[in-house]
T-cell receptor, first 114, second 113 residues
Framework: GNSVTQMEGPVTLSEEAFLTINCTYTATGYPSLFWYVQYPGEGLQLLLKATKADDKGSNKGFEATYRKETTSFHLEKGSVQVSDSAVYFCALSGTYNQGGKLIFGQGTELSVKP | EAQVTQNPRYLITVTGKKLTVTCSQNMNHEYMSWYRQDPGLGLRQIYYSMNVEVTDKGDVPEGYKVSRKEKRNFPLILESPSPNQTSLYFC????????????FGNGTRLTVT
């Protein structure tokens, strides 16, 4: 079945550092890929998505490119801020007959220090 | 405002005392789902519903029940809670399409003693 593997956290960076959070997946067919962010005490919010190979999703300075050849969807940001401190989840869509189901990675906690 | 509303936000209960966590969405979404979040395990799906009166088991359904009598509501029922159900629970909804993002509630932190 479909699955997602994320790099383990926590990740601690200084403000303005470059961020990469690795995400690889195993899937049959042509899933859509997502990054969600969870701020303390809140639910998950969609950060960005990509629906087909070579698509690049972007939002709030974050980017991720759907790489079918390496089955990856790594999250990047050129210059992180303290306000980016949160838990980040990579996810992919299930099979077609599972409707809106998403399969999540285990999450990567990011802490950005001033 | 489009949202998914869960209640309560926090709940402490004792083993065996039946409880219900409510979930409501105002976006006319067909698909609704419950997840639990545990450290190191990410989010795991408990149950989901494709539409009214259509529900199915997710990956970790044991000890839970759901119902979908109306499109907007999808309550999670724990008939006899146990300590291993202590967790953070999220309700989510979306359109019934593979590339539709899930919209999440703010979570319910449940402690079973």
């Amino acid at each position: 079945g479909n699955s997602v593997t994320q790099m383990e956290g926590p990740v601690t960076l200084s403000e303005e550092a470059f961020l990469t959070i690795n995400c690889t997946y195993t899937a049959t067919g042509y899933p859509s890929l997502f990054w969600y962010v969870q701020y303390p005490g809140e639910g998950l919010q969609l950060l960005l998505k990509a629906t087909k190979a070579d698509d690049k999703g972007s939002n709030k300075g974050f980017e991720a490119t759907y790489r079918k050849e390496t089955t990856s969807f790594h999250l990047e940001k050129g210059s992180v801020q303290v306000s980016d401190s949160a838990v980040y989840f990579c996810a992919l869509s299930g099979t077609y007959n599972q409707g809106g189901k998403l399969i999540f990675g285990q999450g990567t906690e990011l802490s950005v220090k001033p | 405002e489009a949202q998914v509303t869960q209640n309560p936000r926090y709940l402490i209960t004792v083993t065996g005392k039946k409880l219900t966590v409510t979930c409501s969405q105002n976006m006319n979404h067909e698909y609704m789902s419950w997840y639990r979040q545990d450290p190191g395990l990410g989010l795991r799906q408990i149950y989901y519903s494709m539409n009214v009166e259509v529900t199915d088991k997710g990956d970790v359904p044991e000890g839970y029940k759901v119902s979908r009598k109306e499109k907007r509501n999808f309550p999670l029922i724990l008939e006899s809670p146990s300590p291993n159900q202590t967790s953070l629970y999220f309700c989510a909804s979306s359109l019934r399409q593979n590339n539709s993002p899930l919209h999440f509630g703010n979570g319910t932190r449940l402690t079973v003693t």
